[in-house]
């Protein structure tokens, strides 16, 4: 079982930053398939990077590469989302997810995630 708290959101004008951090507590989460979704109103759920177990491997879409990264810290059971140049469309809530098992689908399906957070609100304005 894994509890997953994100933080870190909150209003920012565009080209400014933010830092999300997602807390796991339970299992050791670096033992999971992790992904960062994101959702406005009305609209489906989107990822927008994936991390694979151990960290071999991360993906990013293309509206977030170069601007955001993903990182983790084992020792405090904690992924991290830096953003950077930040944009008015990347206004949304924000939810760190976990798959405990595979097979690991790419790009990420909501529905293959066991575990979710209970979101965090980010606003650009410009």
């Known amino acids: 079982q894994v509890q997953l708290v994100e933080s870190g959101g909150g209003s920012v004008q565009a080209g400014g930053s933010l830092r999300l951090s997602c807390a796991a507590s339970?299992?050791?989460?670096?033992?999971?398939?992790m992904a960062w979704f994101r959702q406005t109103p009305g609209t489906e759920r989107e990822w927008f990077v994936v991390?694979?177990?151990?960290?071999?491997?991360?993906y990013y879409t293309d509206s977030v590469k170069g601007r955001f990264t993903i990182s983790q810290d084992n020792a405090k059971n904690t992924l991290y989302l830096q953003m950077n140049s930040l944009k008015p469309e990347d206004t949304a809530m924000y939810y760190c997810?976990?798959?405990?098992?595979?097979?690991?689908?790419?790009?990420?399906?909501?529905?293959?995630?066991?575990?979710w957070g209970q979101g965090t609100q980010v606003t650009v304005s410009s």
């Open positions: 997810a976990a798959q405990a098992r595979g097979p690991y689908f790419y790009p990420p399906q909501p529905a293959s995630f066991d575990y």
């Open positions: 339970g299992n050791t989460y670096s033992s999971y398939y």
């Open positions: 991390i694979y177990p151990g960290g071999r491997s991360i």
